[in-house]
T-cell receptor, first 111, second 114 residues
Framework: GQQLNQSPQSMFIQEGEDVSMNCTSSSIFNTWLWYKQDPGEGPVLLIALYKAGELTSNGRLTAQFGITRKDSFLNISASIPSDVGIYFCAGQRTGAQKLVFGQGTRLTINP | GAGVSQSPSNKVTEKGKDVELRCDPISGHTALYWYRQSLGQGLEFLIYFQGNSAPDKSGLPSDRFSAERTGGSVSTLTIQRTQQEDSAVYLC????????????FGSGTRLTVV
């Protein structure tokens, strides 16, 4: 079953607002990834994090790998309509070959 | 190919029928994964293939589900005697040797069992 707790499950915001979502686990991961899924499509990789404490940006997106290696967050600044979708966190444990996914955060933006 | 290709994109089947879902991974990717996404839910791992190693089938929900990967490339997920609870989007992904750089997903097959 799911081992990553992602929150919030859904967000309804105004265009231009900043967004923050996070993912926590009871166990350590050595890689954290954030994906976005548009309707009718598969998830697309946004940001990958490989070191505890690492802070990485991709345009208006910023993600951090928690220092304990048990959490990660994703921030979106100045949201725009195309940010709508479902955001998933994913983690990989040392030696594991598959990713564990969070339940997703559904982002809705009111223009 | 340039991306992960899945077919069909949509499938409607009657309860009790068998279905086959196909995945064509990115050329050169040795790892292939199947996930299931039920309505409003996250991604549920089903099965993983890596090269010539025995597949990791630990996520298959019942013995009605099976998958194979021929020649280290194309994979087929088969669901026998489909049930309504099998209705979901089935996503295939591939990656290079390790998942550390993330997967590339296909667009999925939306399966509806009526």
């Amino acid at each position: 079953g799911q081992q990553l707790n992602q929150s919030p499950q859904s967000m309804f915001i105004q265009e231009g607002e900043d967004v923050s979502m996070n993912c926590t686990s009871s166990s350590i991961f050595n890689t954290w990834l954030w994906y976005k899924q548009d309707p009718g499509e598969g998830p697309v990789l946004l940001i990958a994090l490989y070191k505890a404490g690492e802070l990485t940006s991709n345009g208006r997106l910023t993600a951090q790998f928690g220092i304990t290696r048990k959490d990660s967050f994703l921030n979106i600044s100045a949201s725009i309509p195309s940010d709508v979708g479902i955001y998933f966190c994913a983690g990989q444990r040392t030696g594991a070959q598959k990713l564990v996914f969070g339940q997703g955060t559904r982002l809705t933006i009111n223009p | 190919g340039a991306g992960v290709s899945q077919s069909p994109s949509n499938k409607v089947t009657e309860k009790g029928k068998d279905v086959e879902l196909r995945c064509d991974p990115i050329s050169g990717h040795t790892a292939l994964y199947w996930y299931r996404q039920s309505l409003g839910q996250g991604l549920e791992f089903l099965i993983y293939f890596q090269g010539n190693s025995a597949p990791d089938k630990s996520g298959l929900p019942s013995d009605r589900f099976s998958a194979e990967r021929t020649g280290g490339s194309v994979s087929t997920l088969t669901i026998q005697r489909t049930q309504q609870e099998d209705s979901a989007v089935y996503l295939c992904a591939s990656s290079q040797d390790s998942a550390i750089y993330g997967y590339t997903f296909g667009s999925g097959t939306r399966l509806t069992v009526v």
